[in-house]
């Protein structure tokens, strides 16, 4: 089924120069044929989760499926530098005749981000002026309409779904398996047990020199994993 830019059984294309990626544009195997067996589980978000500035096996999603073994679950890492809660609704849409999804985990970006569908869909950062008129009221808004379309998504067909944070946490009242406690950003350096953080004299970034860098991505796959190990199942 497609009616203009939503499918339920493609992917939006992407084009993403200097990294390996599908022919989609994704960094995850190609989507046909899908091996028989197994569960896939479906990780969207932003740049953070796509990995910009790092090699694949440094990202987040590659940390968690390595912690995770030699299991039955199949990772298939969908997320799209720029993407809004928005956009990784759209790409959601796209898994359920394709990828046939049986765990969602979304890392939702920055709310104030849209996607604007006109002709070929546009990526709006918060700052781009056509946003002028947003604020706080309709950010949260746009961004719960957006958790609830997931939660509908995984309600429909049969999927659990896990939901974290790339930046900033936002409350998500009702919904459960909720990684509140830390963000990519906000992961490392970590806390020790007297309330201060390591001493840290050179940040860890990505080698674009903008995003976070390959200790953060492995500190948050660890938490998540610590957090959801069981029901990652």
């Known amino acids: 089924m497609k009616f203009g ?11 993403n120069p200097g ?3 599908n ?6 195997p190609e989507f046909k044929p899908l091996p028989d067996g197994g569960k896939n589980v479906v990780v969207l978000g932003c740049s ?6 790092l090699e694949t096996e440094q990202t987040w999603v590659s940390r968690l499926a390595s912690m995770c073994g030699k299991t039955h679950l199949r990772f298939w890492n969908l997320g799209q530098p720029g ?8 790409i959601l849409t796209g898994t359920e005749k394709l990828l046939f999804p049986n765990i ?19 990526d709006l950062m918060s700052t781009d002026p056509m946003l002028k008129h947003e604020n706080e009221h309709t950010d949260t808004n746009i961004f719960l309409q957006s958790v609830f379309q997931v939660e509908k998504f995984a309600e429909r067909t049969s999927a659990k779904v896990f939901h974290c944070f790339a930046q900033d946490v936002y409350e998500i009242q009702g919904a459960s398996n909720v990684l509140s406690e830390t963000t990519i950003r906000e992961c490392w350096p970590e806390w020790d047990k007297h309330g201060t953080r390591e001493s840290i004299t050179k940040p860890d970034v990505a080698s674009d020199g903008k995003h976070y860098g390959a200790k953060h991505h492995d500190t948050f796959a660890k938490k998540f994993y610590d957090k959801f190990r069981l029901k990652l199942k």
């Open 104 to 122: 969602i985990i979304m890392c939702w970006p920055f709310k104030g981000r849209r996607e604007r569908l006109d002709k070929e869909p546009v």
């Open 83 to 90: 993407a809004s809660p928005q956009k990784c609704v759209r």
């Open 19 to 21: 990294y390996v990626t």
């Open 23 to 28: 022919s989609h544009g994704y960094r995850c």
């Open 48 to 53: 953070h989760t796509f990995g910009q500035g």
């Open 5 to 15: 830019h939503y499918s339920d059984n493609q992917l939006p294309m992407h084009h």
